[in-house]
Structures are given as C-alpha cells and as structure tokens.
C-alpha cells in the first residue's frame, strides 16, 4: 500500500526576529500559511531508501542527511520513500521542512507516532507538520494554529538563487525586534494586506544585501500590481499578494520571462486531520 503526502510550500506572510538565545538560534514571531503548489511524498513499506525526481530533483542529494532520510530515522519508520520535487532548494518556503513534515505524517498514518521536539530536524518542521496558517513563536517550536485565512491569490517568484539560510540570520543589524502585532480574524484580503502593512519580514535586508538581485524580484511583483510584495522566510523567493487569479496567473508569466521560476497559486487547503 503506498501512501501520498503533500508537502505544500511554506510562507512567511510576517517575520519578526524579536531576539536570540544563549546558542545562536534566533527567537521568531511569524504569521505562516501555505501554498497549494509543494512537492510530494510517497511512502512504501519496505526498507528505508529515498528516491527524488521532479523539475529541482538535480539540486539535491538523496544521501543520508536528506531530510527526508533523517525524519523517518527520527521516527524510526520503514519505507521506499519516493520524493518529487517541485520547488527550489534552499529557498526560504520550506521545502526540506516540508518534505520532513509530509515523511513524518506519512509514518503517522503507517503506525508509527510522530516524535516529539521535530524542530530538531528543521525550525520549520513544527509548522510544517500542520501545514495550515499558524503563529510560529520560539524558534519555530511554538506553534499556535489561527482561524483559516481569506482566499489569496499569490504569485512566488524565485531568481533561481539559492540563499543558505544561517548566513542571512549572521547579518541582521538588530535582533530585538518588537512581536507582531495582534493577529485578528481577518476577514477579507484587504484586511489581511492591510494589517500585513504594518508587519515586515526582518530576514528581508540582509537576504537583499548577499543578493541584491532580490530587490529586483520584490520591484517587478509590485510593477506587475502585487498589491503587497515581500520576501518569505530567509530568501530568496518572494511573494506578491494580487487581487485575483487571472492578475495573478498574467504577473506570473511575465515574470517567467526573466528567467525566473514564478507561479501563481493559492492557499492550500489543510490536510486532512490525523
Ligand atoms: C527563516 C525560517 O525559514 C522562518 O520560517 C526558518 O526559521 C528557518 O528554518 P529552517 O530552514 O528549517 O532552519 P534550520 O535548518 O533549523 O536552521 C538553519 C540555520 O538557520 C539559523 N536559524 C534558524 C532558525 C532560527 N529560529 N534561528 C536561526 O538562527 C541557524 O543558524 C541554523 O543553523
Ligand atoms: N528534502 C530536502 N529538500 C530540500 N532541501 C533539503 C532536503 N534535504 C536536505 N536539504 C538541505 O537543506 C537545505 C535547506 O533547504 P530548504 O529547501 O529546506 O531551505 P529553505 O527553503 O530555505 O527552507 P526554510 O524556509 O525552512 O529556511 C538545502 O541546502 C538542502 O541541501
């Protein structure tokens, strides 16, 4: 029997670094939600292997630190675990965060209980494991589910530049930054971009200063009408916020035209309960 889990892409809509602990680790307050667009997870019982294929399987290694690996070890689950990647490695929407989540809900759903302190694979694995809107606190441990967001037609958009994600924490100016403000039920798109108006993500300036070509990418979502443009996580994709899908489906093709990875999605609908 052969399981599929999908593992929808990550956004950080807000992140504020408010401070860091004794070992490095920065504390986070995030508002997250995730995309319909992600890679996907199949599991078969067996003993452990990985195989990865899919448009961005060249980026990456199936060896034993893949995170696909390390979360069934964790779990101590036994599976052939095939791995289609649809999203660029290294860049700031979660992807191997994502792929741990999807292996460790596939396991779940085989018998074997998840394992506790996941942060330990990645700080976006709690959030992952969830993959609904959520406030991610802590260093990413903290994870508090919030009611479902208004739909949102979204484009991402990646320069097909990867960022390494410690490096951009290293060159924060100020790591004490306020929280978010209280997150509201939102209830449509404009107070949801208008409340996001007021928020930033702190990882945005560093990531813009190691590739500058980030800026490039925020500048053409907003001349192509994003009515809110930002970076998520630490780099380098970005997302636009548009009014509709058909706004959003013409800013993703011309921005394709750079050469850009750039698709336009919506919301995911959570997966279904455990
Ligand atoms: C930036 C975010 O994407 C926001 O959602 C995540 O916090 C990063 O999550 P991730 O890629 O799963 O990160 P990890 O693989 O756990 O950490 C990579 C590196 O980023 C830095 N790091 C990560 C998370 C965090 N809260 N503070 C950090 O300082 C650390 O140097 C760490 O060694
Ligand atoms: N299954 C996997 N998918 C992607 N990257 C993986 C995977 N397993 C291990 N990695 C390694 O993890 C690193 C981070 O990749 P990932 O795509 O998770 O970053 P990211 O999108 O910046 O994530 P985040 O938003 O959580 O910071 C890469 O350098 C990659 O080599």
């Known amino acids: 029997m052969t399981l599929t889990e999908g593992a929808p892409a990550k956004l950080n809509l807000a992140l504020h670094v408010t401070g860091r602990r004794g070992d490095g680790y920065h504390l ?7 995309a319909a667009v992600g890679d996907v997870v199949t599991l078969t019982p067996g003993p452990l292997s990985l195989t990865i294929d899919g448009p961005f399987a060249a980026g990456l290694e199936a060896g034993d630190d893949n995170l696909c ?7 101590g689950g036994q599976a ?20 741990a989540a999807a292996v460790l809900r596939g396991l779940a759903r085989m018998g074997h209980p ?6 330990r694979l990645g700080a976006d694995v709690p959030v992952c494991l969830a993959s609904r809107p959520a406030r991610m606190q802590g260093i990413g441990e903290v994870v508090t589910p919030l009611p479902p967001l208004p739909a949102l037609h979204m ?5 097909r530049v990867a960022v390494p994600t410690p490096a951009i924490f290293a060159g924060l100016a100020q790591r004490d930054n306020a929280p978010l403000p209280p997150i509201p039920t939102f209830a449509d798109a404009d107070a949801l971009i208008g409340w996001l108006a007021g928020t930033r993500n702190d990882l945005q300036a560093p ?8 800026a490039q990418v925020l500048d053409a979502l907003s001349a192509q009408g994003a009515r809110l443009a930002r970076m998520s996580g630490s780099g380098a994709t970005c997302f636009g916020l548009f009014a509709d899908a058909g706004a959003a489906s013409r800013a993703a093709a011309a921005l394709a035209r750079n050469g850009w990875w750039a698709v336009p999605t919506e919301l995911a609908s959570a997966p279904a309960p455990r």
């Open 114 to 119: 998840l394992p506790d302190r996941t942060e």
């Open 69 to 75: 690996l390390r979360a069934a070890r964790l779990a």
């Open 155 to 159: 484009v991402l958009v990646n320069p």
């Open 207 to 214: 990531a813009i200063a190691a590739a500058p070509i980030i």
């Open 80 to 99: 052939a675990i095939r791995l289609t990647k649809a999203l660029p490695v290294a860049s700031g929407i979660g992807g191997g965060s994502a792929d």
């Open 28 to 34: 986070l307050d995030s508002l997250v939600c995730f």
